[in-house]
């Protein structure tokens, strides 16, 4: 089957670095997406890693390592306003997202 | 950044009615649309996956004479959640996809579905 883990919750300190992994398995691989979702709201699209390596957007990075099965969302300079949850979505070999069930990030003052 | 428009935000419905939920791709062609449905603290359900001009492809145990998907255009699709009940009640989000396979998906605002 497929699947893809995230943590469920994480808590993090205003201005400090957090980390949130994601690991999967699926049928196929066509690149990963991180999205962004506050409570109450649709999710918004953050990154998207289809090589191996790091991509950097300013105060956030996505990293993939598809021989693993693994990519992380760092966060730097943490906000409160970063308080949200964070979605880990697959592309697998028929297109279609696989999504993980979230990991909800607390930031705390 | 790619823009989609979802309308209305919030609707209240009677039981047994029918609601029609509109999403837009603004500033680009949308081959691809997505319904999903999250209920509270969960993750994104998908419901179906509609390509332009033709008929939507629905989910395992989604009801496809219940929720209705049209994908008449490239920049509109809509959802009629036909003869609502209290347990439609949800948040349904639409999604859009430019041409290409690998394009993100930009979501729309999402709706909040009450069924009184």
């Known amino acids: 089957g497929q699947n893809i883990d995230q943590p469920t919750e994480m808590t993090a300190t205003e201005g400090a670095i957090v980390q949130i992994n994601c690991t999967y398995q699926?049928?196929?691989?066509?690149?990963l997406f991180w999205y962004q979702q506050h409570a109450g709201e649709a999710p918004t699209f953050l990154s998207y890693?289809?090589l191996d390596g790091l991509e950097e957007k300013g105060r956030f990075s996505s990293f993939l390592s598809r021989s693993k099965g693994y990519s992380y969302l760092l966060l730097k300079e943490l906000q409160m306003k970063d308080s949200a949850s964070y979605l880990c979505?697959?592309?697998?070999?028929?297109?279609?997202?696989?999504w993980g069930a979230g990991t909800k990030l607390i930031i705390k003052p | 950044g790619a823009v989609v428009s979802q309308h209305p935000s919030r609707v209240i419905c009677k039981s047994g009615t029918s609601v029609k939920i509109e999403c837009r791709s603004l500033?680009?062609?949308?081959?691809?649309m997505f319904w999903y449905r999250q209920f509270p603290k969960q993750s994104l359900m998908l419901m179906a996956t509609?390509?332009?001009?033709?008929?939507?492809?629905?989910e395992q145990g989604v009801e496809k004479d219940k929720f209705l998907i049209n994908h008449a255009s490239l920049t509109l699709s809509t959802l009629t959640v036909t003869s609502a009940h209290p347990e439609d009640s949800s948040f349904y989000i639409c999604?859009?996809?430019?041409?290409?396979?690998?394009?993100?998906?930009?979501f729309g605002n999402g709706t909040r579905l009450t069924v009184t």
């Open positions: 999604s859009a996809r430019a041409r290409g396979e690998n394009s993100p998906l930009h």
């Open positions: 500033d680009f062609q949308a081959t691809t």
């Open positions: 890693n289809v």
């Open positions: 979505a697959v592309l697998d070999s028929n297109y279609q997202l696989i």
């Open positions: 509609s390509n332009e001009g033709s008929k939507a492809t629905y």
């Open positions: 699926t049928s196929g691989f066509n690149g």
